[in-house]
């Protein structure tokens, strides 16, 4: 039944089917350590019980969310098949952890960064990718699955592909735009026949996620920055400087594509740091006098 269950997730990205694969297998090996031979035969305390032992095995509070939210969707799966008549994950909450601020680039940081002046032809394409990613605060999935037909240069408006195969236009700055008409007249050279990614490797096939992750990583070095900069880094600097200027949380959720704001309210964390940051630095009266 699980191989079953995962072909009908051809909506979902590849990433997530994989992930619930594996959550389903966790799922599987627990069943299998407690003598459950049928899914008709998990109830709520058990799969409570799975999910204390998933936590014990190191799992964090959003894995174990995702490890539930696979089991319901598996479990509505087979109540439709007719195989179960309950869904033993309904009203099961996983522990909470605490939630990690998402690491960004100060303004300064992020124009050094991007501002690539080395005129090779992989370095056209790179400062066009980075200029593009900070612009409009792409993933790294919407970024590679970019195409030529995706980008209106008229109306500097770009429309990408984000998860759940839901699509969304996002206006590109001149910056990028710029860099972007650069990097085509390289691309016209090396593309290979009929391939129509925006973004291509040295081969003249589309570029990868691991290829983009790697030259931002050299990138950060040559530019100065440190080595752990990582292209999720540049939208999330996108985000906390568009909500850092503008203060528009539900504008700032549209570009980033999130389906709840509750995703995009972390950054409002981001922007107070750095208000209480400049408040302690600034105010006459925020923190003691020196002693002398």
């Not at 940081?109 to 370095?123: K, S």
């Not at 030259?215 to 292209?231: D, E, F, M, N, T």
């Not at 528009?248 to 964390?269: C, K, P």
Request: proline content about 3%.
């Amino acid at each position: 039944m699980l191989e079953s269950y995962i072909k009908t997730l051809h909506h979902l990205s590849e990433h997530t089917r994989s992930a619930y694969q594996r959550d389903l297998n966790h799922l599987q090996n627990f069943c299998d350590k407690q003598d459950i031979d049928k899914w008709i035969a998990l109830d709520g305390r058990q799969v409570r019980g799975f999910i204390a032992w998933r936590h014990r095995q190191g799992a964090g509070g959003r894995s174990l969310q995702r490890n539930l939210s696979a089991i319901r969707s598996f479990y509505r799966y087979l109540i439709e098949e007719e195989k179960v008549k309950n869904n033993p994950a309904e009203g099961i909450i996983a522990p909470k952890t605490e939630r990690k601020l998402p690491k960004v680039l100060d303004a300064d940081q992020t124009v050094q960064l991007v501002e690539i002046n080395e005129q090779d032809d992989l370095a056209i394409r790179d400062r066009a990718i980075l200029e593009l990613i900070y612009s409009s605060g792409l993933r790294l999935a919407e970024l590679i699955s970019l195409n030529m037909g995706d980008i209106d240069f008229g109306d500097r408006i770009i429309t990408v592909t984000g998860k759940g195969k839901k699509m969304r236009s996002i206006p590109v700055g001149q910056h990028a735009i710029k860099a972007i008409d650069k990097w085509l007249k390289i691309r016209i050279k090396m593309v290979n026949e009929n391939e129509v990614a925006l973004f291509i490797s040295n081969r003249g096939k589309r570029i990868s996620p691991r290829s983009v992750q790697e030259r931002l990583k050299q990138w950060a070095i040559k530019q100065g920055l440190p080595s752990h900069v990582h292209p999720h880094m540049l939208r999330h600097s996108f985000a906390s400087h568009m909500l850092e200027s503008s203060g528009d949380l539900r504008a700032v959720q549209e570009l980033l594509g999130h389906a709840d704001i509750s995703t995009t309210q972390v950054y409002t964390h981001l922007d107070f740091q750095h208000l209480a940051q400049v408040y302690d630095k600034s105010h006459p009266r925020a923190h003691r006098k020196k002693s002398n």
